[in-house]
Every structure is written in C-alpha cells, then in structure tokens.
C-alpha cells in the first residue's frame, strides 16, 4: 500500500512536469534578420529561428535586428531594430480558441496580425506600452514606443 | 481596437486609424497613410512570419482512406510545409455521428495519423506535426447522433 502510494506520487510529478514545459511554449521564432535574442530568467539567449518563445520571455533585437513570432493561437508579431517585446500572459485552449494574450512593448515598433485568441473574444487579446493600453478586436496594427518626435 | 491610456479609451476602426499618447490620458487620434507606416515600420513589417494556412481532407466513410478528390490535397499541404522556415503543423481528426464516441474517437485519431504519415511520407519532419482527436464532438455540419455526413468525415490541418 505505501509503495504504491509513493509510486503514484512519483507519477503524478512527473504528469504536471510534462504539462508545464507545454504550457511554457507559447510561439516560435519564424523570422531572426541581425542581433536578436530571448531575455529569459535573467539570461540572454540567441534567437535563431525555430527557437521557442516562452511565458514571460522578452525578444529583444539590437540596431540592426528584426523578428517575427508565431504563436500557438496563430496570431504573428515582429519587431524591428531596437526594440524589446515581453510576453506577459498566454493561454490558449485550442479546442475552444478561448484565453488571454497579454504583451509589453517596452520599445521599438511591432507590428500585429491577431490569431483566435482576439477573434474568439474582444479584448482577451493586450499589447501594453509605457503610455496605452491597446485593446485588440481582431485586426492587423502597429505599434511604437519611443521618444517624442 | 481599442487605445486606452489612464482611463481614456479611445477606439480605432478605420483603416490607417491611428492614435498617439505623448502623455498619459492624452489620447489624439488621426489617420496614417500606408508610405508613413511603411517608413516607421519597414523592418517590423518586413520580419512579419508567412501567415497560417488552413486545409481540409475528407475521408472514406468509416475508414481512414481519403477521398480520391482529397488525395491531390496532401501534396498543396506539404508545398505549404516545404516553403516555411521552422514550419509547424497542427493535424486534427474529426468523423461523423455514426458509431460510438470510444470508436469515433479511435477513428479521428486514426484520421489524424493517417494524414500524418502521408505527409511524413513526402518529407516532413515527424517531430515538427503536432495531432488530435476530436471523435464526433466537432461536426462541420450539424447533424442527429447516428447520421452519416461526408463533410464531416475529415481532418483539419494547420501549417504555420
């Protein structure tokens, strides 16, 4: 009896294991043009294409840099030169197309084409930057944060 | 959409509609123009990723055949797959109402695996098609439990 207690212990961490590391995963690097990389957990790493993008990344690209993102509920973002992205929130049910997408334009210009998320709900989709908020219904916009000009 | 800045919302619905915040709660909007957003967002534009394509294959009733009309479908889907960088694909199987669900779910995984390794068979990387099942919960067509429905005898692939 405490054998099989402790084994199905063992099993059930090893379940939530496999779950997390999937619910991590929020995109894919399809576009890496110059200096791009992923800030995660206080590390930087390189960005090349078919690099994961996960929960609480930032893709941050140098002078000469660009990128773009896939991600699971299809929607598309990219960046360009100088600029730092931050996935803040992502969840995705895609039996349902139902869940939340939130994203920090710390700088530099975004450009966005909305996946299911958006379409499937108004609002449930976010781009933040230092000054707005920008709700998102199911379109295709661009974004930038910077100096006055 | 929507622009928001402390507790101000304003909403863009036109085309090039676009808003600026210089200072918190001061929202202006305007109007762009495609050679202005071009000039700004050159390179951001330009990094955007090829966007999703979607497909349907039908299937032989109760079987995990395609239709003869389907077959030419696998090839569009794996040109689809071999002109992306880092393509991913998202295969899922659905069936009709006939049957139980256990054995529609049995048969839309089988669906599912069928165009898999069609598609593995002409060159994709196994490692990079992701598939469901869906048995008889997600009818394309609306029909009784028990009814047959060709249109609904099918799997649904993404290629992004």
């Known amino acids: 009896m405490m054998m099989r207690g402790l084994l199905s212990a063992v099993l059930m961490v090893a379940v939530f294991a496999t779950a997390a590391a999937a619910v991590d995963e929020v995109g894919q690097i399809k576009v890496s043009k110059g200096n791009v990389h992923i800030e995660r957990e206080g590390k930087s790493l390189p960005a090349p294409v078919g690099a994961k993008v996960r929960l609480r990344d930032v893709v941050v690209t140098g002078a000469d840099g660009s990128a773009g993102v896939t991600f699971l509920d299809n929607s598309l973002m990219s960046v360009g030169p100088g600029s730092a992205l931050a996935i803040d929130r992502f969840a995705f049910d895609s039996t349902t197309n139902q869940g939340a997408f939130e994203s920090s334009l710390k700088r530099g210009t975004l450009s966005v084409v909305s996946g299911k998320i958006a379409k499937q709900a108004p609002d449930a989709m976010k781009v933040r930057t230092p000054a707005a908020i920008l709700g998102v219904r199911g379109t295709e916009f661009v974004v930038r944060t910077g100096e006055k000009d | ?160």
Request: aromatic share 4%; no cysteine; proline share 7%.
């Open chain 2, 1 to 160: 959409m929507s622009v928001t800045s402390d507790g101000k919302e304003q909403v863009l619905n036109q085309p090039y509609a676009s808003a600026k915040v210089e200072r918190a709660g001061n929202v202006e909007t305007s109007t762009t123009s495609r050679p202005d957003v071009q000039q700004v967002f050159g390179p951001a534009l330009a990094a955007m990723p090829v966007r999703p394509a979607s497909f349907t294959v039908y299937f032989d009733e109760g079987s995990d055949e395609l239709t003869p009309q389907s077959r030419g479908v696998v090839a569009r889907i794996f040109a689809e797959i071999a002109r992306r960088q880092a393509p991913e694909v998202v295969v899922i199987g659905h069936t009709d109402a006939v049957g139980t669900m256990a054995y529609n779910d049995e048969l839309s995984i089988k669906r599912a695996e069928r165009m898999r390794d069609e598609l593995v068979k002409l060159g994709a990387a196994k490692d990079r098609i992701r598939m469901a099942g869906r048995g008889k919960r997600e009818p394309l067509i609306r029909t009784p439990d028990g009814a047959p429905q060709p249109r609904n005898r099918r799997v649904e692939v993404t290629v992004r």
